[in-house]
Nanobody
Framework: VQLQASGGGLVQAGGSLRLSCAAS????????VGWFRQAPGKEREFVSG????????SYADSVKGRFTISRDNAKNTVYLQMNSLKPEDTAVYYC???????????????WGQGTQVTVSS
């Protein structure tokens, strides 16, 4: 599975962005997909994840109520809708895929290249 994240950019606090994670590979629809982020000087952290069917989602406490993850298996794409963005959301965002669900970085077999999100105050 090859992943490509896109949709990042510069936005003011309170604004919105939608990230996309496009995948290649016939088995993508059977993978759990997670979004992670890494701010300068910090460790990569779990943001949100979605099961292969889309029926199960999970979020970090810091983004609950503001971010929404979804997927369209027909398009081999997972989305992360980010609303009410805060300066502390500034980071490089990565999507990753794994046969099983989880929040640990080390669990994931496949990673996209990352997309920069910058939120100005």
């Amino acid at each position: 599975v090859q992943l490509q994240a896109s949709g990042g950019g510069l936005v003011q606090a309170g604004g919105s962005l939608r990230l996309s994670c496009a995948a290649s590979g016939r088995t993508f629809s059977s993978y759990f997909v997670g979004w992670f982020r890494q701010a300068p000087g910090k460790e990569r952290e779990f943001v949100s994840g979605i099961s292969w069917s889309g029926g199960s989602t999970s979020y970090a406490d810091s983004v609950k109520g503001r971010f929404t993850i979804s997927r369209d298996n027909a398009k081999n794409t997972v989305y992360l809708q980010m609303n009410s963005l805060k300066p502390e959301d500034t980071a490089v965002y990565y999507c990753a895929a794994n046969p099983k669900s989880g929040i640990r970085v080390g669990l994931y077999d496949y990673w996209g290249q990352g997309t920069q999100v910058t939120v100005s105050s």
